[in-house]
């Protein structure tokens, strides 16, 4: 499909950056251009390779509360302490409130920015930004209720999450957040920079690497079959289908897996001698299914953008991405139905993205409306916390009466469980698979009940454990298992809908 | 017969497309007006067989098709159509509808647009024109999932109360293995193309020279007439080229003894079609009425073969109402038998898809219900401490 990008902010302008190179790289034109970035002070719109310099927008560089935005440098990078240090302050500072006011206050200039996308052109719009960030918080929910009331297209809004090691702010930053964009945006994809970071280095030191993973799990979803439109599929995804799984709202996570085809002589001889008529079923073609459908596995079982339980999804879209000679169709329907089976939902569409030269196929996996994601619950735990200490401060520099006393011993408790989660992290250790515990891993951090979901998570791996997995989604919805009794005539449901429609109209015949 | 062909959707589009490659590759003229509409740009332009002009874009303007489709979702597929009943009904201003027998619609009912426009269509049409209109359908296979088989449970039900009859194609019964993508559906829809233009097109030529035992349209009108669900079954046997002085040179013990031997090739060929793979399993002997044609050179067509055929299929689906008839092509090198099963009422695979259908829908009102609530549960904390920016 056709999507026109926002970045806001500094993650924000890196990943557009990185979405717009990928693009480059696929020869996958989804953005045909249209893209901006917003930031508050310069420091990232000096790193961009892609993202032209005149689709980058610095707004609040006059406004007081602004930090003195520092003008990077013409005649090389700055290098020495005291302008490092400033730039590390500059923009509104992580603060999301200024953020905000910033952003309203230019919105004017916002908007003349606005009329070089035309968003006539292009199917949907993503904002992209770090949650935790003053400009990625800020300025983007003020961006996405203007574009919300002037687009009729939908607009999508993609993001990392602070990590763990990153400061309280952020995280309470981040917080808010989600609880701003969700309801605004029609569909969250939050990357977990936790899971896409290795421990041990800085995280910024990480973000390219990061940045390209996610840029190559969101182009193989929103950028499918634009390298090449004109190729022909039976089974070809449609931007309707991306758009009518991301309908239902909430938070999105994406998995990735990829397999070289065999291109090999003997692969083609097998071809060649079915084509001739001389074997009328090769038996590859059995094996071919049964490695789509272990594609398709191993992409439900990747590394999420964000780890979630997939059977907390809503809808889900599954695309397979290479040469069509070479993908089994018994094997892409056998894999859609490991979906259906794996998540309990019904709502799985499926289609090709059809690449005739590629020497891999893809499978990428969309999981829309998420709402089992235990990095949510931690990072609005962290959120709490912090946010009770500060109003704790502020009360206590204010006045020293004993109820007041009261709220500050509420935080402190809070504080220790905030303690006692971080500890609980390393927790981990179930799946079969490298990148299945770290799924698993997330997923369980949560307090209380981790262990037993965790158990649960480990028996979803299972190809056998169908029966366990019901009984979960069974427990998960079990409140409405009344009120679905009554359904036992799917056909009666329609006929009042097409009995409408002839009412519309009347009907001669009858 | 002669027929107008309506392709809705995807799927349905591909299946026109090779019934109208089918005919030309055997010299039938069925087909006298194609037509395709679609809600997805790409796939209108996959027909090959389908003049430019005869292909409808439907839905450019409607905010979440848009030429893209409708993602499998058939509420949307009807409201395209309905919004655009306009445009639909000016491109039958050019059909000469005296010219056609009957209207064929013909949809994949797991999509979107196949499954909601379709039966829109077929409203409109049987407004329009006093000709009997038929469906076409594909059924989805029960790998497809839920939501193809919940649309399809539907649109069974809208297509069955709107049509004349409606012909059923299980993609599930003509699955294969070695398949890829690219092949796709290629091959059943070139076995369901020959099943039902070798079918629809005897009596094409109803007023001609061709004698008394030639199948007419209105006999094939009258077998479907009864309306529900119909199976068409299919069998072939390569011939020699008709040889007329062969004949003579036998004794007459001699020729009966050969009229025998075809007269059994023929019931042969009857009960193959009917107990191979039928275009959707079915219990024979559930049909209402009957029908055979017997397509291919008049001299292999042997009569008392006929009878004995018509005989066997009347004990084989317990009706009296059996027709059969020829469809004479002297130049073909092959015989084939088809056989209509008119409104059979015993299909286990509609009664699958309609029990994973009933699923389905559970499945989605669940999840439905919850959906707020949960997405609201999931941004806000326990004690709703943090608040939104904007
Ligand atoms: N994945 C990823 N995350 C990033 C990147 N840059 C920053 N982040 C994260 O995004 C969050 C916000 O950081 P910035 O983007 O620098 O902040 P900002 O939106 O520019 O706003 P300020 O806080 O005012 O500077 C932090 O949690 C960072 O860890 C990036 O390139 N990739
Ligand atoms: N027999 C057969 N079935 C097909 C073919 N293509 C798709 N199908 C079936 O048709 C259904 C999909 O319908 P499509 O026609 O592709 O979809 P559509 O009606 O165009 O609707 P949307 O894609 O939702 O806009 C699935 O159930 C498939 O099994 C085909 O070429 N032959
Ligand atoms: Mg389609
Ligand atoms: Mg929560």
């Not at chain 1, 249209?34 to 310069?42: G, P, Q, R, S, W």
């Not at chain 1, 969700?182 to 936790?194: C, E, F, I, K, Q």
């Not at chain 1, 758009?243 to 999105?252: F, K, Y």
Request: aromatic residues 4%; hydrophobic residues 35%.
């Amino acid at each position: 499909m056709k999507l026109s990008l926002f970045g806001v902010g500094n993650a924000g302008t890196r990943l557009v950056d990185q979405l717009l190179q990928a693009e480059a790289e696929t020869g996958r034109n989804f953005t045909d251009g249209n893209v901006l970035a917003f930031n508050t002070a310069a420091e990232a719109f000096g790193e961009t390779e892609a993202l032209p310099e005149e689709r980058q927008i610095l707004i609040g560089d006059t406004h007081s509360a602004v930090n003195q935005y520092v003008e990077p440098s013409q005649d090389g990078p700055d290098t020495d302490a005291a302008s490092a240090t400033q730039r590390d302050s500059a923009g509104v500072d992580g603060d999301p409130e200024l953020g905000a006011t910033v952003a309203d206050d230019e919105l004017p200039e916002i908007r003349r920015a606005l009329d070089l996308v035309d968003d006539t052109e292009v199917d949907a719009a993503m904002v992209v930004a770090g949650f935790g960030g003053g400009t990625g918080c800020g300025v983007s929910s003020v961006l996405l209720e203007e574009l919300k009331s002037v687009y009729e297209i939908p607009v999508y809004v993609l993001g990392a999450l602070p990590s763990t090691r990153e400061s309280d702010e952020r995280a309470l930053t981040a917080a808010r957040a989600v609880r701003t964009f969700v309801p605004l945006a029609d569909a969250v994809l939050p990357v977990d920079n936790d899971t896409w970071a290795r421990s041990t280095t800085p995280l910024d030191e990480q973000y390219e690497e990061i940045n390209e993973a996610i840029a190559t799990r969101v182009l193989s979803v929103f950028a499918a079959g634009e390298s090449d439109p004109g190729v022909v599929s039976e089974m070809r995804i449609d931007p309707a289908d991306v758009m009518r799984t991301l309908d239902v709202g909430g938070l999105a996570s994406i998995g990735y897996s990829t397999i070289e085809v065999d291109n090999s002589d003997e692969g083609l001889v097998a071809r060649l001698m079915q084509l001739l008529g001389l074997a009328d079923e090769t038996p590859d073609n059995q094996t071919d299914a049964a490695t789509v459908k272990r594609l398709v596995r191993s992409a439900l079982e990747s590394k999420l953008t964000i780890p979630c339980d997939i059977e907390s999804t809503d809808r889900v879209l599954l695309i397979l991405s290479g040469p069509p000679k070479d993908i089994s169709r018994k094997g892409f329907e056998t894999g859609r139905y490991l979906l259906e089976e794996k998540t309990g939902t019904v709502e799985v569409l499926a289609g090709d993205e059809p690449m005739p030269n590629a020497s891999e196929i893809t499978a990428t996996v969309l999981f829309s409306n998420v709402t089992d994601v235990p990095r949510i619950d931690e990072l609005q735990e962290r959120a709490v916390t912090y946010k009770q200490e500060q109003d704790a401060e502020t009360e206590a520099i204010d006045t020293t009466t004993a109820v007041e006393g009261a709220t500050a011993l509420d935080s402190d408790t809070s504080e220790s469980e905030a303690d006692d989660d971080d500890e609980e992290q390393p927790f981990e250790f179930h799946g079969d698979g490298d990148e299945r515990s770290e799924n698993g891993d997330a997923s369980g951090g949560d307090t209380g009940t981790e262990t037993e979901a965790t158990e649960d998570e480990s028996e979803s791996v299972d190809p056998d454990s169908a029966e366990d997995e019901a009984d979960t989604t069974a427990a998960d919805t079990d409140s409405d298992d009344d009120t679905t009794t009554a359904d036992d005539d799917t056909t009666t449901a329609d006929d009042d809908e097409t009995e409408k429609e002839a009412a519309a109209t009347p009907d001669e015949r009858e | 017969m002669k027929l107008a062909t309506i392709g809705v959707g995807n799927a349905g589009s591909k299946v026109i497309d090779r019934m109208v490659e089918f005919e030309q590759a055997t010299g039938r003229d069925l087909c006298r007006h194609t037509l395709v509409i679609n809600t997805a740009r790409t796939d209108l332009a996959k027909p090959e067989h389908v003049p430019e002009d005869r292909r409808l874009l439907i839905g450019e303007t409607h905010k979440k098709a848009k030429g893209h489709g409708v993602g499998g979702d058939a509420a949307i597929g009807a409201e395209v159509a309905q919004t655009e009943i306009d445009d639909i009904r000016r491109i039958f201003d050019d059909v000469e509808i005296h010219e056609v027998d009957a209207i064929l619609v013909s949809a994949g009912l797991g999509g979107g647009t196949g499954s909601g426009a379709a039966p829109v269509v077929i409203e409109e049409l049987q407004k329009m024109y006093d000709e009997p209109v038929y469906g076409l359908g594909l059924l989805p296979g029960k790998y497809e999932g839920g939501r193809p088989a919940l649309n399809a449970a539907r649109s069974l039900q809208s297509f069955v109360n709107k049509v004349d009859n409606f012909v059923a194609f299980d993609n599930d019964a003509w699955r294969s293995r070695g398949q890829t993508i690219e092949e796709g559906y290629e091959d059943m829809n070139r076995e369901l193309a020959t099943r039902i233009v070798t079918l629809l097109a005897a009596g094409e030529v109803d007023d001609s020279e061709i004698g008394e035992n030639a199948m007419d349209s209105s006999d094939i009108m009258r077998t479907l007439e009864v309306g529900g669900v119909s199976s068409i079954g299919y069998a072939s046997t390569g011939v020699n080229t008709p040889d007329d002085g062969l004949l003579s040179r036998f004794s007459d013990e001699e020729v009966s003894e050969l009229e025998s031997t075809d007269a059994a090739k023929i019931k042969g060929l009857v009960r193959r079609a009917v107990n191979s793979r039928l275009t959707v399993p079915c219990d024979v002997s559930s049909a209402e009425r009957a029908l055979i044609v017997f397509a291919g050179p008049p001299s292999e067509i042997s009569r008392k073969g006929v009878e004995s055929a018509r005989d066997w299929l009347e004990q084989e689906t317990e009706t009296v109402d059996v027709l059969a008839g020829d469809d004479p092509r002297p130049n073909s090198d092959t015989l084939a038998a088809v056989v209509l099963l008119s409104n059979v009422t015993d299909t286990p695979r509609i009664k699958e898809i309609q029990d994973q259908a009933v699923d389905a829908q559970n499945t989605i009102q669940q999840q439905e219900a919850v959906r707020e609530e949960e997405i609201e549960s999931l941004i806000t904390d326990d004690d709703n401490d943090l608040d939104p920016i904007v």
